[in-house]
C-alpha cells in the first residue's frame, strides 16, 4: 500500500515503534477524507508483517499476516465502522451518513473477541473508524477497555470531526494531527486509485483539490457531480432578479444533484474568498447554515436552493 503524504507523521510514528513506546490508544485526527484510514491500515500491516525487513509503513504484502489482512482475515484485526439504524438494514432503505452510529452491540462484541490472545500476530489491533458516530454508551464501553488494555493490545480511534467525539476518550488518546493534502498529492492519489478517469475529469481534479482543501473524498464526489466549479463560483454573487435566481435553481436541478455537496464547496469558496478579501457578504455564511438545516429537515433541492438565491438578493 503506497501512502501519499503524512510524511512526518509516518516518521514519528516509525520511530515510537522502534523504540517500542507506540501509545496504546491513538487517535487520529484531520479533515475527512485526505487518508486517515489508509494511513491507518497501513501502520496496522506494517506491524503485523513477519517480513524480517520491515518498516512499519512498508509490508511486504505477500507473508501470511499480509495476505489474511487483505482477505479480511486477519484473526487479530478488528474493526468498527458506523451502521446505518437496524431497521434500515432489515428495509434495504438507503442510509444517509448522518443516520449512521456505532453501536453498543459493535463494542461488545469486538471485547468478547478480545479475550483471546492474539492467534497469528504479537498484538491484537482495533481501528474505530469515524470515532465521532460512536454512541454515548458505545463510546463508554469502548473508554473502558481502553482504560484497562492488555499489554498486546493497540487501539487506533479515526476522525473527522474531533469535537465530536467524547472528551474522556479524547483525553486517554495519544492524538495525532493529519494535515490536508496538497492538490498534487490529492492528484496523484486518485491517479493511484482511479483508472477510469476521462481526461476532462483529470484537468478537473486541481480545481476542486482547492475548492476542498484536500479532501480526496470530496473531489472524487465532484468529479461524478453533475455540477461544474463554474457553476459553484456563480452562485457565490447575487442573481440579478428573480427570474435569473430560478434559470440558476433549475439549471441546478437538471440532473441528479448532490446538494449537500454543493453546499460544501460553495462553503468552502467563500471562505477562501473571504481570506483573500474581507468584503464578503457575510449573510451568505448564515443563508448556508440555513440551507444546511433545510436540507437535514428534507426540503425539497429546488425549496432550498429557492431560499438560498432569495437570501442573497
Ligand atoms: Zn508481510
Redesign the pocket.
Known sequence: MSLVGHNKLQQQLLDLVKKGSLPQTLLFYGKEGIGKKTFSLALV?GL????AE?NAFE?????????ALSNDQHPDFFLIEPTGPKSASKTGAVVNASQKSIKVEQVQEIKSKLIHHPLMASHQIVLIDNADQLTVTAANSLLKMIEEPRSQQIFILVSGRLHKVLPTLRSRSAKYFFESLTPAQVSQVIQNTQSDLSSEQQEQIPGWAETFDGSVSAVLQALQASFSLEQVMGWLKPAPSFKDAQTRVSRLLESQLDLSLFLQALRSELLKQQKRDQSVDLNFFDALDAAERQLGRHLSKEQVLENLCLEQM
Do not use: E, I, L
Not at 48 to 51: A, E, I, L, R, V
Open positions: 500491516q503485523f508483517c513477519s517480513s520491515k509490508a511486504c504484502g505477500t507473508c501470511s499476516s499480509c495476505v
